[in-house]
């Protein structure tokens, strides 16, 4: 069965840094994609990072591109998302997502994802 624990989140100022984590397991194989949404309330469910599943490339949302970064600890089912300059507009319940069916990059979008945490919630005060 696989699950996924989000973990990391809090409040930060504008401006300062977080890196959540996302320990994962009961994959079964190799051959999924993994990464973050983030969701307002109100607002549709975004994708904002994901890695590829041989961890080749990585792909970023606009919003996102620059300051966060998304990465795997080698030999550990574990994911960050490490974030920097935070700002207001960040603040959300932040998701950690996998899927065994290809979705990257345009197609990382919450639909497709066929696993979710629960999530970790990311206050970033002005």
């Known amino acids: 069965q696989v699950q996924l624990v989000e973990s990391g989140g809090g409040l930060v100022q504008a401006g300062g840094s977080l890196r959540l984590s996302c320990t994962f397991s009961?994959?079964?194989?190799?051959?999924?994609?993994i990464g973050w949404f983030r969701e307002v309330p109100g607002k549709e469910r975004e994708g904002i990072a994901c890695t590829s599943r041989n961890d080749r490339s990585k792909w970023y949302a606009d919003s996102v591109k620059g300051r966060f970064t998304i990465s795997r600890e080698n030999g550990k089912n574990v994911i960050y998302l490490e974030m920097k300059t935070l700002k207001p507009e960040d603040t959300a319940v932040y998701y950690c997502?996998?899927?065994?069916?290809?979705?990257?990059?345009?197609?990382?979008?919450?639909?497709?994802?066929?696993?979710w945490g629960k999530g970790t919630l990311v206050t970033v005060s002005s």
């Open positions: 009961g994959m079964g194989s190799d051959d999924y994609t």
């Open positions: 997502a996998a899927d065994f069916q290809g979705a990257y990059g345009s197609s990382w979008l919450s639909a497709f994802m066929d696993y």
